[in-house]
Nanobody, 130 residues
């Protein structure tokens, strides 16, 4: 049974940092895509960052480029999201997701799409105060 368990969320002031972790069990496909999505109250869920492909390519949505860093440790099958210079607009529930192929959507549309992901975590809350 596949499980994705997020941790590391919390409350910080603007300008602060947090590191999210996603521990994957029962899922170890190194070439697959692992990603972070987020959903703010009243808004649609959006793809934030991903690691994909044999070359460990990375993707970031424009709003977090230069501030967030996504990485994957295959040794312990964990996905990380290092978030710095946090802004109030980063406040959201952050979800970890895994799926076989997110490259097509990234190349064709420039975004992550939810239908490419077959497994989801329960989420971890990030709150950034001004």
């Amino acid at each position: 049974q596949v499980q994705l368990v997020e941790s590391g969320g919390g409350s910080v002031q603007a300008g602060g940092s947090l590191r999210l972790s996603c521990a994957a069990s029962g899922y170890n496909s190194n070439n697959h895509c692992m990603a972070w999505f987020r959903q703010a109250p009243g808004k649609k869920r959006e793809g934030v960052a991903a690691v994909y492909g044999v070359d460990r390519n990375t993707y970031y949505t424009e709003a977090v480029q230069g501030r967030f860093n996504v990485s994957r440790d295959n040794g312990d099958n964990t996905l990380y999201l290092q978030m710095t210079s946090l802004k109030p607009e980063d406040t959201a529930m952050y979800f970890c997701a895994a799926g076989p192929n997110c490259m097509r959507a990234i190349q064709a549309l420039g975004v992550l799409v939810e239908i490419d992901f077959t497994h989801w975590g329960q989420g971890t809350q990030v709150t950034v105060s001004s």
